[in-house]
């Protein structure tokens, strides 16, 4: 198995349709290879390759996302998009493992969302989870403020003071997901 990291401009047409089949989110479905690179040109792909270059599992990293917590703005990269091509091979656990091995040696600061039914999966990958902080960040939808959907934050690395202020977040003290307009 290999690991590999792609920006999205250097992604073959295959990959780019392989890897929203995995995907597998309807509103993508129909995406064609220049709105895919466009859409996603703040990303950047990693993949657990086979020896015949087949993906056995993707995740994607966000590079733009910036939280605002107490009027201060925090840039992290997010990890999203985790799938493996086939369950229970342990795909996913090898992809998680040296993907979080490369964002330490880059030290980039890297975190990432799930459901509660999921920790079992990054408890046992050796992430680290702040349990139920996720809902307290707000994305703007329309002109309301609304709870993120997930449940947990994932801290694949950061410093000990983000790490904190992330950990302190509450029904008084919300983040804030800012988009670029």
Avoid at 11 to 22: A, M, V, W
Avoid at 24 to 31: L, P, R, V
Avoid at 87 to 103: A, D, I, P, Q, T
Avoid at 153 to 163: D, G, M, V, Y
Wanted: proline share 1%.
């Amino acid at each position: 198995m290999k690991y590999q990291i792609k920006e999205t401009k250097d992604l073959t047409e295959t990959e780019i349709e392989h890897i929203l089949k995995l995907w597998d989110i309807s509103a993508w479905n129909t995406m064609k290879s220049v709105y895919f690179r466009s859409f996603f040109k703040d990303s950047e792909f990693h993949f657990l390759m086979n020896a015949e270059e087949n993906i056995l599992a993707i995740m994607r990293v966000n590079f733009d996302f910036t939280l605002k917590i107490a009027d201060t703005d925090y840039t992290f990269a997010e990890a999203v998009g985790l799938v493996a091509a086939h369950k229970n091979k342990g795909y996913g656990s090898v992809l998680v493992s040296r993907f979080k091995e490369n964002v330490i040696k880059k030290n980039i600061e890297t975190i990432g969302f799930c459901h509660s039914d999921l920790r079992p999966f990054y408890e046992k990958c050796d992430v680290e989870i702040l349990h139920d902080k996720a809902k307290m960040i707000k994305e703007s939808i329309g002109s309301e403020w609304v709870n993120c959907e997930d449940d947990d934050i994932l801290i694949f690395h950061t410093t000990q003071e983000r790490k904190e202020l992330l950990n302190q977040l509450s029904p008084q003290n919300n983040a804030y997901l800012i988009t670029k307009e």
